[in-house]
């Protein structure tokens, strides 16, 4: 089993940043790739970005040139750059031993709350 504890969630007005970061623990040695999806009220779950072991990256098209994934063996960070109202949503990590970008996922963290203000 992997832990996955998302942190750096929070209140940010349009235009800003944030830096998300998730920190994986247990069964490391199973993880390939990590990314990071959210899901805003009434919306379904989609993938923000993803990476793999080997750093290959992979970005939803509304957040490309804004956002940037990030990894260790053990963590993935995502920094947000140029918020925009729609960014709001929960985020959750995720992780897996597959080497397929798109999922699916088999780890999820319990999310963190992104508000983006006007």
């Known amino acids: 089993q992997v832990q996955l504890v998302e942190s750096g969630g929070g209140l940010v ?3 800003g940043s944030l830096r998300l970061s998730c920190a994986a ?15 805003a009220p ?4 989609e ?9 290959r990256t992979s970005y939803a098209d509304s957040v490309k040139g804004r956002f940037s994934i990030f990894r260790s ?18 985020y959750y990590c995720a992780a897996g031993p597959r080497a397929e970008l798109s999922g699916p ?11 983006v203000s006007s």
């Open 25 to 39: 623990s247990g069964s490391i040695g199973s993880i390939v790739t990590m990314a990071w999806y959210r899901q």
């Open 105 to 115: 996922y088999d780890y999820w963290g319990q999310g963190t709350q992104v508000t």
């Open 42 to 45: 009434g919306k379904q779950r």
């Open 13 to 15: 007005q349009a235009g």
């Open 73 to 90: 063996r053990t963590t993935v960070s995502l920094q947000m750059k140029s918020l925009k109202l729609e960014d709001t949503a929960v």
């Open 47 to 55: 993938l923000v970005a993803a990476i793999s072991l080997s750093t």
